[in-house]
């Protein structure tokens, strides 16, 4: 008897499903938060670089242009989407899973964590032939996302308000509340805007150590990466 | 007797109808509108003069130069005759041990009531050596006489800041006066020189209202430091519009459009120049074509290129700007990362790593 291609498609799904399993690992507001995040970035990122470095100008009438009030506009409006959904990602952390947690906290007391970021690391430099299995993130992925990503926020949200602040007026919420951000860097708001220029660098390097890793790991790995981003499943491969 | 500032106007052969006349003036420029005018002829008419001592240090008399340019004649008459020229080094008729007498005795004539207005700061390498007056280091002149005072003015960016004698490496070790003196409320007036029309505006509202403006954070008054110099600039339509000269001699240049891209640091710079402007009202730098230099903020010298948008990081080492270092690590991780990519590629090819290495390339076949 012969069968019918699907019949046969659905045969060896069902074999390979045996060897895949799947976890539910990332719950859907902090999936939509990683993408709408990783939009605002990326649009931060482009609108801010060319506040500071803007193209060459365009001649006529002034009334008829609004180039750097589009870019302001464009950096502001998703500043406070970078912003509230940040403050909406620590809320998340409170309710959601314990893999929610874990770009906030490290646990750093661990030695045996400590290993594995070191285990994940030989995997990087083709020393291990082998990663071990995670649910959430690896180790070295945690700790990479905290330090760039966990901190580098809190520092792009405080120069950003702070430079916020100085376009609203001295009496404004934004000023009032972040100054102290010019304190600290001797008084002179051109620092700041330095710093936070310097923010957008970090950040850009961030972005490419993190979209390589996740391709790489997709590949290479033992468990599913970008998909589960995607859909909120981890899959595993043997 | 106590002396009014009206008795000492009169004493100068100022008019009655012109003192009213500067009444309303400096009323119109606090921004206190017409209402107040009456109550400023009042204060003046009433209290106490108010004598303000002015002391040089480490400087280049450029505040003092601008002082005496206030844009009415008037305003300064009035208040040249308000401040007590007994001593002020620069403009005083005293000289000698004339002069260092007179300082003496209205230190202790009025004692607490005084105002000290510095131009100027202390140097403090060597025992502060590299300013002496009458023999001794004005540190030591400075820190005497604001003991007794009741409040410092702290003119333009030396004595604010530090300016150019503090950039780097600062080898006298000039320090702002409100380093050295910590113990009095302190009113910063920067820029380098400051505005005319400001610093009288400052004297003149001290002295008839008996307090100290509003200050913001860094102790500058609110009424002329509260806005940049971008948020009044008349090129500011150029700048939301995308429009910029790129060359102080392009086409862009001669149509006036902003000067960000060269430089121009009016973006963080807090001072009245795009309003009340030079000269009587004249100019100012940007309406002259060149870029704010920023001389009124904090370390202008050493903040990097005048000409620069993207000025030099200096700290923990960086002395470079953001791009540069930034576009560097950029690189460098981007070709780190290509080169991982190659070799991952590679061992993968061979079967050597990851998941293949794990089950094998063909699991999916043989699964
Ligand atoms: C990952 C996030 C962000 C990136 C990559 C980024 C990048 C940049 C860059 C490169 C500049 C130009 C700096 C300069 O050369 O002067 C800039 C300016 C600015 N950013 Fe951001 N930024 C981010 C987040 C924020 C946030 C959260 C705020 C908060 C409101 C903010 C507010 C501002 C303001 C006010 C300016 C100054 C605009 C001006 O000078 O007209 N930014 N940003
Ligand atoms: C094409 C672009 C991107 C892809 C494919 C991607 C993919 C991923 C994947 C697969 C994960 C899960 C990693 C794991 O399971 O261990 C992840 C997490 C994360 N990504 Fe991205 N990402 C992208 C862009 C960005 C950008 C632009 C940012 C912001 C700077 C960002 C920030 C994060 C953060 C903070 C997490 C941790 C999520 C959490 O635990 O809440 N990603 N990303
Ligand atoms: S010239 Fe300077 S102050 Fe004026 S709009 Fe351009 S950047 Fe701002």
Known sequence: ?238 | MIETFYDVLRRQGITRRSFLKFCSLTATSLGLGAAAAPQIAHALETRPRTPVLWLHGLECTCCSESFIRSAHPLTKDVVLSMLSLDYDDTLMAAAGHQAEAALDEIRTRYKGNYILAVEGNPPLNEDGMFAIQGGRPFLEKLRETAADCKAIISWGSCASWGCVQAAYPNPTRATPVHKVITDKPIIKVPGCPPIAEVMTAVVTYMLTFDRIPELDRQGRPKMFYGQRIHDKCYRRAHFDAGQFAEEFDDDGAKKGYCLYKLGCKGPTSYNACSTVRWNGGVSFPIQSGHGCIGCSEDGFWDKGGFYERVTDIKQFGIESTADKVGGYAAAAVGVGIAAHAAATALARARNKTGIDAKIGKDHHEHA
């Open chain 1, 1 to 238: 008897m012969t069968t019918t291609l699907a019949e046969q498609d659905d045969f060896e799904a069902k074999r390979h499903s045996r060897l895949l399993k799947a976890i539910y690992v990332y719950e859907a507001p902090l999936r939509l938060w990683h993408w709408i995040n990783a939009l605002a970035v990326t649009v931060l990122a482009v609108t801010g670089y060319l506040i500071g470095t803007p193209l060459p100008g365009i001649g006529g009438e002034a009334s008829a242009h609004y180039m750097m009030g589009w870019l302001r506009v464009l950096h502001f409006s998703f500043a406070w989407i970078f912003a509230f959904g940040f403050v909406g990602r620590i809320y998340w952390a409170f309710v959601g899973n314990r893999h929610a947690r874990q770009i906030f906290l490290l646990p750093i007391t661990s030695a045996k964590w400590w290993g594995e970021v070191w285990h994940e690391m030989k995997w990087y430099l083709f020393i291990t032939r082998e990663p071990y299995k995670y649910v959430g993130h690896n180790p070295m992925a945690q700790l990479m996302m905290f330090l760039f990503f966990t901190i580098g926020a809190v520092y792009m949200i405080c120069t950003g308000c702070a430079l916020y602040g100085e376009a609203l007026g001295i009496d404004s919420w934004a000023y009032q509340s972040f100054s102290w951000v010019f304190t600290a860097v001797g008084g002179n708001s051109l620092q700041v805007h330095n710093w936070h220029r310097m923010g957008l660098w970090v950040t850009i390097i961030f972005v490419m150590l993190h979209v390589y890793a996740a391709f790489r790991e997709d590949i290479m790995s033992r468990q599913s990466l970008i998909s589960t981003m995607v859909s909120g499943w981890r899959m595993f491969k043997d």
